[in-house]
């Protein structure tokens, strides 16, 4: 097991040098804790069956949008082909001028099957090329967590992502405030699916939380109830920091 986690560090590393540049990669690697003989199951079991987000943020570069997305449908194929991701789903930020510009997805069912996938050499060249056709990418690994239990399947077109960090030294009292709300937050019928994400190298952002909803008079309705407003400006209290975006799905990878 000790050799099996040096070589998904390197894979990592691997891949967030192509993406985000040498310094910060090893900065992000060298935050996981060492793999040693005194690593618990815990650790194990998270690796092998929690489900697992790879997501890029992207801008797309100035008047290069078009340019971007055709090269998006060249790879797209391959990207989709590994049996280890499990789909892939792209967003636009529904307000163009915001940054970020494009949210992409990568699921898993665990750490293990996203490392693999890094691994392979055509899906290592494919993320070596991004920073080659986008002005910023930053990428980010995210691991669920059991917070918030609503899930209606489908494709939905709007999804409201927060990305949060957690105050200095109050996780744990930040994850009992959302266990006091949790209910409230996922009652509202306009509100489709939702789910919550730790960052799984504790880099910030620390959190990522994500709303789904069936088109945008929905999330407008959700986000102008009482209780959903109550819940958003105890945030600012709860949450050391935390930005919302809402972004709109597109087409580039739904050929299932």
Same mark, same amino acid.
């Given at each position: 097991?000790?050799?099996?986690?040096?070589?998904?560090?390197?894979?990592? %590393?691997?891949?967030?040098?192509?993406?985000?540049?040498?310094?910060?990669? @090893?900065?992000?690697?060298?935050?996981?804790?060492?793999?040693?003989?005194?690593?618990?199951?815990?650790?194990?079991?998270?690796?092998?069956?929690?489900?697992?987000?790879?997501?890029?943020?992207?801008?797309?570069?100035?008047?290069?949008?078009?340019?971007?997305?055709?090269?998006?449908?060249?790879?797209?194929?391959?990207?989709?082909?590994?049996?280890?991701?499990?789909?892939?789903?792209?967003?636009?930020?529904?307000?163009?001028?915001?940054?970020?510009?494009?949210?992409?997805?990568?699921?898993?069912?665990?750490?293990?099957?996203?490392?693999?996938?890094?691994?392979?050499?055509?899906?290592?060249?494919? %993320?070596?090329?991004?920073?080659?056709?986008?002005?910023?990418?930053?990428?980010?690994?995210?691991?669920?967590?059991?917070?918030?239990?609503?899930?209606?399947?489908?494709?939905?077109?709007?999804?409201?992502?927060?990305?949060?960090?957690?105050?200095? +030294?109050?996780?744990?009292?930040?994850?009992?405030?959302?266990?006091?709300?949790? @209910?409230? %937050?996922?009652?509202?019928? @306009?509100?489709?699916?939702?789910?919550?994400?730790? *960052?799984?190298?504790?880099?910030?952002?620390?959190?990522?939380?994500?709303?789904?909803?069936?088109?945008?008079?929905?999330?407008?309705?959700?986000?102008?109830?009482?209780?959903?407003?109550?819940?958003?400006?105890?945030?600012? *209290? @709860?949450? +050391?920091?935390?930005?919302?975006?809402?972004?709109?799905?597109?087409?580039?990878?739904?050929?299932?």
């Amino acid at each position: 097991m000790i050799s099996r986690l040096a070589n998904l560090s390197l894979i990592i %590393l691997i891949a967030l040098v192509a993406l985000v540049g040498c310094d910060r990669a @090893q900065r992000t690697v060298l935050d996981v804790p060492p793999a040693d003989a005194t690593m618990d199951e815990t650790m194990t079991t998270d690796m092998e069956a929690t489900p697992v987000k790879f997501i890029l943020l992207i801008d797309y570069p100035a008047g290069g949008k078009d340019a971007y997305i055709a090269w998006v449908t060249s790879v797209a194929p391959t990207l989709q082909a590994p049996e280890e991701v499990v789909r892939i789903r792209s967003y636009d930020n529904e307000d163009p001028e915001m940054s970020p510009n494009r949210l992409v997805e990568w699921e898993f069912n665990s750490f293990l099957d996203m490392a693999t996938y890094l691994n392979r050499p055509e899906i290592a060249a494919i %993320l070596g090329d991004i920073p080659n056709h986008t002005s910023v990418t930053t990428a980010h690994t995210f691991i669920q967590r059991s917070d918030y239990s609503k899930g209606e399947g489908g494709n939905w077109p709007i999804k409201g992502i927060l990305l949060i960090d957690y105050p200095l +030294g109050r996780k744990q009292a930040y994850l009992e405030w959302v266990a006091s709300v949790s @209910q409230a %937050l996922v009652a509202p019928p @306009q509100l489709k699916a939702t789910a919550s994400y730790d *960052n799984y190298y504790g880099e910030s952002p620390h959190r990522l939380v994500e709303l789904e909803f069936a088109s945008q008079e929905d999330i407008d309705a959700y986000e102008a109830l009482e209780e959903i407003m109550a819940i958003e400006a105890e945030l600012d *209290n @709860q949450a +050391g920091t935390w930005v919302l975006h809402t972004f709109e799905l597109r087409s580039d990878y739904i050929n299932e």
